[in-house]
């Protein structure tokens, strides 16, 4: 069932690499085994699988000790700083930084070490309460804080979209986060132009882009130039509404 599993997952991933323009090498596929038992984890290691995800520092710490140690571990749980200590020379990637306590405890514990952390840091891109995260408009701040750090490297930032019932849908805007509204429960993202927009729902594999430029006062004279400029990245259908009461998702 597992290995079954894998390839269904592999061949999603190969279809939106494909669909994206980029290079199946370039995406990472980290095997999630929070809660499961190594021989699980030893079945889909036979498989080729080497990178492996932990929520909780004392699973991943055991499994490490009894697991190939080509295996690559990531951290993908909230992180306490009191666990730090413990996995700051196991860890290929921690997932999770959402504070500059966390990042000061992380290159504190790495430094006598004598290792150099990767991170992500983690933004609430939704809004959600029970998600922990920075706030978006926070993180440029925390990245820069965090940067000045030693034996902490900042590596990207990791953000969950919320759940939605209809994914062929992505609604981006040019200069402002979109305040909730119940017509508008797909994806949702702040871009800076129409063409990285574009390159996102190109790499989501969705049917239908929603651009809304809260702040061009001449929206209907520049429309025709922002569906051409996302359209260089996406072939889906992109839209460029007046009235965003008058889109029906």
């Known amino acids: 069932m597992l290995k079954e599993n894998l390839e269904e ?3 999603k991933i190969a279809k939106a690499c494909e669909r994206a323009g ?6 990472t596929l980290i095997a999630v085994s929070k ?4 021989e699980m984890l030893q079945e889909i290691y036979d498989e080729g699988i080497r ?5 909780k520092v004392q699973e991943l710490t055991e499994k490490y000790e009894v697991m190939p140690k080509d295996m690559k571990w990531h951290m993908i749980g909230h992180l306490q700083r009191n666990k730090v200590k413990y996995i700051v020379d196991k860890v290929t990637l921690i997932h999770s930084v959402d504070s500059l306590r ?12 004598g290792v150099t952390v990767p991170i992500l840091i983690e933004v609430n891109i939704a809004g959600e309460e029970s998600k922990f995260g920075v706030k978006p408009e926070e993180a440029e701040g925390l990245i820069r804080e965090i940067a000045k750090l030693p034996s902490i490297a900042v590596k990207g930032l990791m953000t969950i979209a919320p759940y939605v019932e209809n994914a062929d849908w992505l609604l981006c805007e040019a200069f402002c ?5 119940e017509v508008f429960q797909p994806y949702k993202k702040h871009h800076s132009t129409a063409l990285d927009a574009g390159r996102l729902a190109a790499e989501l594999g969705v049917k239908n882009l929603v651009l809304y430029h809260t702040e061009d006062r001449n929206l209907d004279t520049r429309k025709q130039s922002y569906m051409r400029e996302a359209a260089q990245a996406f ?5 460029v509404p007046d009235d965003l009461e008058r889109i029906n998702i």
């Open 9 to 11: 997952v592999e061949e």
């Open 22 to 27: 980029r290079a199946r090498e370039e995406v």
């Open 35 to 38: 809660t499961k038992p190594v």
């Open 51 to 55: 990178d492996f995800g932990e929520n």
């Open 102 to 113: 966390l990042a000061e405890t992380i290159s504190r514990e790495a430094e006598k070490k």
């Open 177 to 181: 986060l979109y305040e909730d509204r």
């Open 235 to 239: 072939s889906g259908t992109v839209y």
